[in-house]
């Protein structure tokens, strides 16, 4: 853990949309008093919240996308399949349109579009059509009745395939909701621009419309004459074997890593 390896005068700064994770972060790390700063925001404002708390650079970033295991498991929160709950899906509980509101109030063929770009369902026309079919006749409110008409409208084959048909759907479902993937390019570059010279920033993606972005914009960012960072991981780190035993849930996990070029033309 950063806090208990590096120096007394190292401080974190952390940005959480979910509340709870916050509490939960607070309560675990009071022992290191002010050397930990926890903030409720997205990772889009990085700057203004770096600007808040008085800092104008930092030795390095990481960016930790997707879900936790604690929204996964509470059932509540409407994320996932294996759990019975309200179709909620946000991360931020106090704002915001849940995923009841997109499934139940959105045209079929943006329901469609949804499906088919964030979760790259190959039968996302079909359950959309058949969403659209089901609330006709009664509110899609619960986890469970989404995955009932899923599960109805694709084959037989995709039901009881390697992963569970409902997959795509949910995770669709959560990154509209959410907005995961519209400020992720623009929050990686504001992350550059307040690394100090050498720092690091470091991407966990946990499916491949988060690992693109991030390739592409580590590219960017270190080609031409203007590069700011040097990619220090030609291809991403996955989990070791005994790490997906240990956590099953970090077995789609990749990691990038690169490092802020020294600043120049700076008095």
């Keep these: ?50 600007a ?38 946000r991360m931020d509980q106090t704002t915001g349109k849940t995923a009841a509101d997109l499934v139940n109030g959105s045209p079929e063929h943006e329901l469609a579009d949804i499906i088919f770009q964030y979760g790259e369902e190959r039968y996302a026309r079909r359950i959309a059509r058949a969403i659209v079919r089901e609330r006709q006749c009664r509110p899609v409110e619960t986890t469970g009745a989404l995955v009932s008409i899923i599960a109805r409208s694709v084959p037989a084959s995709y039901r009881h395939g390697r992963i569970h048909c409902a997959t795509r759907t949910f995770q669709a479902l959560r990154i509209a909701v959410n907005h995961e993937l519209e400020f992720l390019e623009s929050s990686l570059r504001d992350a550059t621009e307040v690394l100090a010279s050498g720092g690091r920033i470091c991407a966990i993606s946990f499916h491949s419309l988060e690992d693109r972005i991030v390739k592409h914009t580590f590219r ?42 020294p600043k120049t033309g700076i008095l």
């Design 1 to 50: 853990m950063l806090l208990t390896s590096s120096s007394t005068g190292t401080t974190i700064i952390g940005l959480d949309k979910d509340f709870q994770a916050i509490d939960f972060c607070r309560q675990r790390l009071n022992r290191f008093g002010d050397r930990i700063v926890l903030r409720q925001g997205n990772y889009r404002d990085l700057k203004w919240h770096l």
């Design 52 to 89: 808040e708390t008085g800092v104008a650079a930092v030795d390095g970033v990481l960016f930790d996308f997707g879900i936790s295991s604690p929204q996964l498991d509470d059932p509540s929160r409407g994320f996932s399949f294996q759990r019975e709950g309200p179709l909620d899906m």
């Design 220 to 261: 960017s960012l270190s080609q031409g004459p203007e590069a700011t960072l040097s990619i220090l991981t030609k291809k991403p780190v996955l989990p070791s074997q005994a790490e997906c035993e240990a956590n099953p849930r970090s077995r789609s996990a990749k990691l990038r890593v690169a490092e802020r070029q």
